[in-house]
T-cell receptor, first 127, second 106 residues
């Protein structure tokens, strides 16, 4: 059974870079038709998609964060990483990594929902 | 950009049926996923591709999707069902979440 565990500093200073890691256990980050995804949730608010990296290496990011976000995979460590530059207090949130299965289906494409989530890690950026 | 609209809150009497809606333009043509998030916990997938339940999710949870509204139905609501519920779709390779609905069981 695949499990995800986020880790990283809980406090990041304004204007610095937030760096988080998601360790994948019970499976390989480089196998299968998976979208390895980062999501965040500001205190008391809803879920916000940050971006994903597909098993092919393709990435896509939320347009509102695109200029500041990088998602990558370290296959040797079986880890997913998130880097968010120039952080402000608005980036204070719980950060989750998750896995969604998706791929070709007939003549189209299909998705199966994010069925595996990490427990989340809290990041605070003081104002 | 594509938007999903959910009611802020839904209330249901214990043992009755709750319906949480998710509105979006032509959402009936998309695969809709639903997540349940209890306080202090990560979200859990309860419905995928509009109508399918992952293993371990009670049959009381069901989904439907038509035209401009997707619906998550919770039958025989229990106190343990109280949570925030989020719908999610893909639109042009982007992931979109609804704003979330707080379900209260009275």
């Amino acid at each position: 059974q695949v499990q995800l565990q986020e880790s990283g500093p809980g406090l990041v200073k304004p204007s610095e870079t937030l760096s988080l890691t998601c360790t994948v256990s019970g499976g390989s980050v480089s196998s299968g038709s998976y979208y390895w995804t980062w999501i965040r949730q500001p205190p008391g608010k809803g879920l916000e998609w940050i971006g994903y990296i597909y098993h092919t290496g393709n990435t896509n990011y939320n347009s509102s964060l695109k200029s500041r976000v990088t998602i990558s995979v370290d296959t040797s460590r079986n880890q997913l990483s998130l880097k968010l530059t120039s952080v402000t207090a608005a980036d204070t949130a719980m950060y989750y990594c998750a896995r969604e299965t998706g791929g070709p289906f007939g003549s189209g494409w299909t998705y199966y929902g994010m069925d595996v989530w990490g427990q989340g890690t809290t990041v605070t950026v003081p104002s | 950009s594509y938007e999903l609209t959910q009611p802020l809150s839904v209330s249901v009497a214990l043992g009755q049926t709750a319906r949480v809606t998710c509105g979006g333009s032509n959402i009936g043509s998309k695969f809709v996923h639903w997540y349940q998030q209890k306080p202090g916990q990560a979200p859990v997938l309860v419905i995928y591709k509009g109508v399918y339940r992952p293993s371990g999710i009670p049959e009381r949870f069901s989904g439907s999707n038509s035209e401009n509204t997707a619906t998550l139905t919770i039958s025989r609501a229990q106190v343990g069902d109280e949570a925030d519920f989020y719908c999610q779709v893909w639109d042009s390779s982007y992931v979109i979440f609804g704003g979330g609905t707080k379900l209260t069981v009275l």
